[in-house]
């Protein structure tokens, strides 16, 4: 059985947890925190969650694990058989990896920890994702869903990079960044539909719950 591990409060555990729900896997838990420190460097070569342990060994970084977690169960697809299509995706996940998690993770101390607000970092991190989001703005169908018709990966890996988005944005700058693309605000309602998220946004908001109060 595939142990996954990590804390309910990522939002990266989050959309592991959602894809293995979605692909119907039998999994465990196992709640640790990101640490630099052995053993765990053994599973997470940099520490961080998610990751999970299979037979063949252990896996970290989201993006592999969802890949490897679509490859053992094609019969419920998550990524298109068409080598242009797939290929697609990636170039639209990789856009909202760079663009939209790294720089809003770059004034997420300030927006959720109260530290000081370098302008410059902020400046820049908002020129930058700007320009991500007119490239997901070209890049995505949202017809629904964020490739097309058919639900894939993307949804997943982006539906909750923009949970952690949002708030950052409308934080440090009173930015609705949902608004500047195109059928976004559609697409995270149909999204926030499904019962497999519904069930682990709420673990996710209790655990961030119990740690504010």
């Not at 820049?124 to 964020?146: N, Q, T, V």
């Not at 708030?167 to 930015?175: L, Q």
């Not at 697409?187 to 499904?194: K, N, P, T, V």
């Amino acid at each position: 059985m595939i142990k996954l591990y990590g804390t309910a409060v990522s939002n990266y555990y989050a959309m592991v947890k959602v894809f293995l729900l979605e692909k119907g896997f039998e999994f465990e838990e196992v709640y640790i925190a990101p640490t630099y420190s052995e053993p765990f460097l053994e599973l997470s070569p940099m520490g961080k969650v998610p990751c999970i342990e299979v037979d063949e060994g252990y896996l970290s970084e989201t993006t592999a694990i969802l890949g490897f977690l679509e490859g053992c169960v094609p019969e419920v697809p998550m990524v298109s058989r068409d080598p242009f299509k797939s290929a697609q995706m990636a170039q639209l996940i990789k856009v909202v990896e760079l663009y939209i998690a790294n720089e809003s993770g770059r004034v997420a101390g300030y927006a959720f920890f109260g530290q000081d607000l370098n302008e410059q970092v902020a400046a820049d991190s908002r020129s930058k994702m700007e320009r991500g989001l007119a490239a997901l703005d070209r890049l995505g169908s949202f017809s629904p869903y964020i490739m097309g018709e058919e639900i894939s990966m993307a949804d997943f890996f982006a539906y909750y990079i923009f949970a952690s988005a949002k708030p950052i944005a409308k934080r440090v700058w009173d930015w609705d960044i949902v608004a500047e693309v195109d059928g976004l605000a559609d697409w995270l309602r149909l999204m926030s539909g499904r019962p497999m998220i519904q069930q682990v946004n709420a673990e996710l908001n209790d655990a961030v719950a119990k740690i504010m109060a």
